[in-house]
């Protein structure tokens, strides 16, 4: 089954807004094989999956310009601080980010790139 665009970019949308009600770990990912890695996860803002929930960016909601990464999120774009960028393989293969919403707004705890399909 294919997704569309627009239908991808919805459920990203629908996953950042519940991930930044302080949504946790429920449990549905303890079998998988890939867990270990998403809990070691770090930027130099810290863990990721500790703090708060990752998401799934489509490839047309983010992006590199000289260096440095952005990411659009609730449909503003966002620059990616350099220190939230884990720079290790992706093994999940897809673009991830988790924001937090803090006093000062949507701000990104970590990103991890992805390649462009």
């Known amino acids: 089954m294919k997704l569309s665009r627009t239908t ?3 459920m990203v949308s629908a996953a950042i807004v519940a991930g930044s ?7 549905r990912y303890a ?19 500790s703090v ?9 909601d ?21 220190d939230a960028v884990i720079t290790e393989p992706n093994r999940a293969g897809r ?9 000062l707004g949507l701000t990104i705890r970590c990103f991890l790139p992805g390649s462009m399909t």
């Not at 708060?52 to 047309?60: F, K, P, Q, S, W």
């Open 8 to 10: 991808v970019a919805l």
């Open 21 to 27: 009600a302080a949504a946790r770990d429920d449990g």
């Open 31 to 49: 079998n998988s094989p890939l867990k270990p890695w998403f809990d070691s996860l770090k930027s130099g803002k810290g863990p990721c999956c």
């Open 52 to 60: 708060a929930d990752g998401a799934v960016v489509a490839d047309v």
């Open 62 to 82: 983010w992006e590199s310009k000289d260096g440095h990464y952005r990411v659009r999120l609730e449909g503003n774009w966002i620059d990616v601080p350099d």
């Open 95 to 103: 673009t991830m980010v988790w924001p937090i919403r803090d006093s």
